[in-house]
């Protein structure tokens, strides 16, 4: 019995940290890394021509909504 519930903790552990972690989604062109990365979150940013080089989406569902938007950049950068 001991086993039984040691074994349904540590799955409902592993589920909830599988579940909940966030996902990044990329669908365009791969190029060789760099350190040198530009990132716009609209278009009349950019003042220089540019090309788009893909489109990459973060899923999550946030246990609180701060608006703080630096740690989905610091995950898309890093």
């Known amino acids: 019995m001991k086993l039984k519930k040691q074994s349904f903790f540590l799955f409902t ?5 599988i579940k909940c972690a966030p996902t990044l989604n990329y669908i365009g062109n791969n190029y ?3 350190t040198n990365v530009s990132v ?3 278009a009349d940013q950019i003042v220089r021509k540019y ?3 893909g489109l990459l ?3 999550t569902e946030p246990i ?3 608006h703080d938007n630096r740690e989905v ?3 898309i950068i890093n």
Do not use: A, E, V, W
């Open 13 to 17: 552990i592993t589920f909830l940290f």
């Open 32 to 34: 060789t890394p760099t």
């Open 40 to 42: 716009y979150y609209d």
């Open 51 to 53: 090309k788009i080089m």
């Open 57 to 59: 989406t973060f899923n």
């Open 64 to 66: 609180y909504d701060n």
């Open 73 to 75: 950049s610091d995950l």
